[in-house]
């Protein structure tokens, strides 16, 4: 590339790992740390945007209450980018849960509790729990659509 | 988080300012629970300076709206931007929750 040129990159994946405490305080600048990421190298509407902040809000919430409790341990944020797909997994090292179908309006609207992971699965797609000895891990992730490739000059 | 409160009209204005997630959900709860002895039974909480509502935060509102039906009154939500009123419709509370697009509290 020549003096004034354009650098072209293909955005093929980019994972950045985001470690809080397990501490409920810790979430809302956890946000603000993956959306700056986030608007340096994704065009993503207010929606998606949007979405994906309840939905990352939901998943590191449940790992905090259900999982650590607020102890702060460290619990690992991975928020995966890659084309037409936007990824967060969230490590805990917790006993674990089942996770099962979960109607988020199936449920009295006097309910004050037990929404979570309902939203999540009404948010994104492909919501997982994987477990195994040492840790689990809850990921999903919501489908975009951005150019492949980005000006980096 | 930060909440502000006041009567006016008899009607119980709250305001919180910041995320309602579940550590904002945490503080709205306490600061409602010192007002239990308030004697407005209406209660109006002014959403226009909470820019994100999760599912904890949701679960506040729904609690400070029992209270207001237990003493025969109700709960206004004014305010809300685009994020808290999706959050009401995706979890189809949108005929629980009365929603008012203005926000004429006089609170910080």
């Known amino acids: ?5 354009i650098a072209m990159r293909t955005l093929d994946r980019l994972s950045c790992l985001f470690r809080i405490r397990s501490d409920l305080a810790e979430i809302d600048p956890l946000w603000d740390e993956v ?26 919430a449940n790992a905090i209450l259900h ?4 102890d702060g341990r460290p619990l690992d944020v991975e928020v995966i980018i890659e084309r037409g797909r936007l990824e967060a997994r969230v490590h805990d090292s917790g006993p674990g849960f089942v996770l099962t179908e979960s109607d988020v309006t199936r449920q009295s609207s006097t309910v004050e509790s037990g929404r979570g992971l309902g939203l999540l699965q009404a948010l994104a797609a492909d919501v997982q729990y994987l477990r195994d000895a040492a840790s689990n891990e809850l990921s ?3 489908a975009v659509d951005w150019p492949s490739t980005r000006d980096l000059s | ?41 209406n209660i109006a909480v002014d959403l226009s300076d909470v820019p994100f509502v999760d ?24 305010g809300a931007g685009e994020q808290p009123r999706r959050l009401v419709h995706l979890t189809q509370l949108d005929r629980f929750f009365q929603l008012e697009p203005e926000a004429p509290s006089t609170l910080p």
């Open chain 1, 67 to 70: 999982a650590h409790g607020e």
């Open chain 2, 1 to 41: 988080m930060k909440v502000f409160s006041e009567t006016r009209n008899g009607e119980l204005w709250v305001k919180p300012v910041g995320a309602l997630d579940a550590a904002g959900a945490r503080v709205l709860r306490e600061h409602a629970d010192q007002l239990e002895d308030s004697t407005s039974s």
């Open chain 1, 1 to 5: 590339m020549g003096v004034g040129g």
């Open chain 1, 140 to 142: 999903f992730a919501l």
């Open chain 2, 55 to 78: 599912s904890s935060g949701l679960g506040v509102l729904i609690a400070l709206a029992k209270r207001a039906m237990r003493g025969a009154g109700q709960l206004r939500l004014v």
């Open chain 1, 35 to 60: 959306e700056s990421e986030l608007r340096v190298w994704v065009p993503l509407t207010e929606r998606t945007r949007s979405d994906f902040r309840l939905a990352l809000t939901e998943a590191v």
